[in-house]
């Protein structure tokens, strides 16, 4: 007899529109120095950046950060540095770890999937420097992809020398990311923002805590070594906005979401390309950088990082010849370049291309201030290259302080957003992964099984056992029941077991009355159910949600348990079955998938027609 509740397996909780306990502070506590070193890492990231451009095309030993297109320079430099500079990556990732290759979302993405949040200690080295031989010898991309493969590096690595779990690591791993991220653009609410949208695969206290804390702290001593203006400052007093220019904002989105169709077709069609080379993928960073050096030749502010480039574009000053070098040369040697597995960033770039998008569109739709619709295609490529509309948005924001632009910012966002979810499967993020034989979903919803509680599912009507009935003669009863394919006792599979008051002593399974029946001259004689029955059997109680319910399944190994009430354990209400707990499932499928028409319009006066009866709008 059952006189006290079983103990519940850890993931049972108390019901409450979150889930936290003590555990998370130690590591909201360990994410606090991450935040701290991850700004460390992106200003001498940036600062080495700087260091090896003007080194290879100044021919000084400065780190400012410069652009290598900002002045005129031999064309054999602009042709030969990439190529250089795509060798060196490739006999680094050769040698050294061929994780240092690609834009450093995906590697992050992999590690915590498959790799339970673990990274390399090497990576955490080479990853940074192969950025900035790739970036410095002219690479079109951006800082921040390896600055969030770096600070994840070393967060994780923090969290691989205590004994943590692969969900605690994860958070860590994300937690260095994100301060990464948000120390590079001076953006704490979107680098959170794209680290729920898309690294750390859950919105829950656990893991957002910690995010935030490092987050936080690393734009703080991102203040004290790089200053807090906005990257992207713009002054506009005023935006004359009007039902026409959002309007316009939809076209915008729908146009910027084309072109980021384009551009993620663009990439991984050239990374088919480099598969089909016959030469080993050591090579084919330096032959990305050749692509690189020829376009370099077209449009040398193409480039680079670009910041200063982004600047002009968002402050209206560009150029024609600019805007249009920019869209069609940036957009080409990016997506061919990064193709071919050389180590670089995906944020600056878009923005560079969006930016240059944008200003085009500013010669054809009316004026609303200066650099307003370079700053509407940028969130429409951002949204949708990353399909990450919120990062989008207020990556957007955050970069240049154009509060006043929030609305046509998520208006275009959406729009892209729209477009590119609409005609591609995955993004430039997350196609790597799927060529990788896994499988990501980026959609959140409610857990159909949180909602439903075991009361709603569980069978009531549960064939039960007498603890004093006769083993032998019960088990030559259940035989014979056998006989019926659709029998009740064949479908239950566990039979409780209850005293003479009712009061469930244990349980025997349909295993245990075949065995019975079978080995019957093994059995002493008088045995009854209660002497073979499984004591103190581990139960439900009919509170806990399905979730609860599957998690504790999964965690003791049964697929059915009997209920109980919660203040009285050995008085029993039913059984609960796996197959029962897809009830939950199942109601989400009905209400995703079956229609129904719950208003009927009626006319006020019915309509007659001549010879023949009235009839009914129904």
């Not at 795509?86 to 790799?115: Q, T, V, Y």
């Amino acid at each position: 007899m059952l006189t006290t509740p079983p103990e519940l397996p850890s993931g049972v909780r108390r019901l409450g529109d979150f889930s936290l306990d003590r555990r998370a502070l130690p590591i909201i506590a360990a994410a606090v120095p991450i935040g701290a070193l991850s700004a460390v890492v992106a200003f001498c990231l940036l600062r080495l950046i700087g260091l090896i451009t003007n080194l290879v095309f100044y021919g000084r030993a400065l780190t400012t950060l410069v652009a290598p297109g900002a002045h005129r320079h031999s064309p054999l430099l602009i042709v030969l540095a990439p190529v250089a500079g795509g060798l060196l990556i490739g006999l680094m990732a050769r040698f050294g770890s061929e994780k240092i290759r690609g834009h450093g979302m995906p590697e992050a993405i992999e590690a915590i999937l498959i790799g339970g949040s673990r990274v390399q200690p090497r990576v955490a080295l080479l990853k940074p420097i192969s950025a900035a031989i790739s970036i410095g010898t002219g690479g079109p991309f951006g800082a921040e992809g390896p600055i969030i493969m770096t600070g994840g590096a070393f967060g994780s690595l923090l969290a691989q020398f205590f004994e943590l779990t692969a969900d605690q690591r994860k958070t860590l791993l994300v937690a260095g990311a994100a301060g990464g991220m948000a120390a590079t653009f001076n953006a704490p609410l979107a680098s959170i923002l794209l680290a729920v949208e898309l690294l750390l695969f859950e919105w829950r206290p656990r893991s957002y805590l910690p995010v935030a804390a490092s987050v936080a702290v690393a734009t703080i001593v991102r203040g004290s070594l790089l200053g807090t203006r906005p990257v992207f400052a713009v002054h506009v007093a005023h935006l004359t906005l009007h039902a026409g220019v959002y309007g316009l904002c939809v076209a915008a989105g729908l146009i910027g979401g084309g072109l980021a169709v384009i551009a993620t077709a663009l990439v991984y069609a050239s990374e088919d390309a480099f598969h089909r080379l016959p030469i080993h993928w050591m090579w084919w960073p330096a032959l990305g950088g050749l692509i690189v050096g020829l376009g370099g030749l077209v449009e040398p502010r193409a480039l680079g990082v670009g910041y200063d480039v982004i600047r002009q574009l968002l402050r209206g000053q560009a150029p024609l010849s600019l805007i249009l070098g920019i869209l069609i040369v940036k957009t080409l040697i990016w997506s061919l370049s990064l193709g071919s597995g050389t180590s670089g960033g995906v944020l600056a770039p878009v923005f560079m291309i969006g930016g240059a998008l944008g200003a085009l569109e500013a010669h054809l739709f009316p004026h609303v201030g200066p650099g307003f619709w370079a700053l509407v295609g940028l969130a429409a490529v951002v949204g949708g290259v990353m399909r990450s509309p919120f990062t989008g948005v207020v990556f957007s924001l955050e970069l240049t302080h154009e509060w006043g632009a929030l609305l046509p910012l998520v208006i275009s966002a959406s729009s892209a957003y729209g477009v590119s979810v609409l005609m591609l499967k995955r993004s430039v993020l997350t196609e790597k992964i799927a060529r990788r034989d896994l499988h990501l979903t980026r959609e959140y919803s409610i857990d159909p099984l949180e909602v439903l509680f075991v009361r709603d599912v569980m069978c009531t009507e549960v064939i039960c056992y007498r603890a004093d009935a006769d083993v032998v003669d019960a088990a030559a009863d259940f035989i014979a029941q056998e006989r019926a394919p659709r029998d009740e006792r064949h479908r239950q599979r566990l039979y409780p077991v209850l005293d003479g008051q009712d009061r469930l002593v244990g349980i025997v399974t349909r295993r245990d009355m075949l065995a019975a029946a079978l080995d019957r001259a093994q059995l002493p004689a008088g045995s009854t159910l209660g002497d073979v029955a499984v004591p103190d059997p581990v139960v439900a109680f009919p509170d806990i949600t399905l979730r609860e319910a599957a998690n504790f399944m999964a965690d003791r190994g049964f697929t059915r348990l009997p209920v109980v009430r919660r203040d009285a354990p050995d008085r029993l209400l039913g059984v609960v079955t796996l197959v029962d707990l897809l009830a939950g499932r199942l109601v989400d499928l009905q209400e995703e998938r079956d229609t129904a028409r719950v208003f009927r319009l009626r006319p006020l006066v019915p309509r007659r027609r001549t010879g023949e009866p009235p009839v009914a709008v129904r």
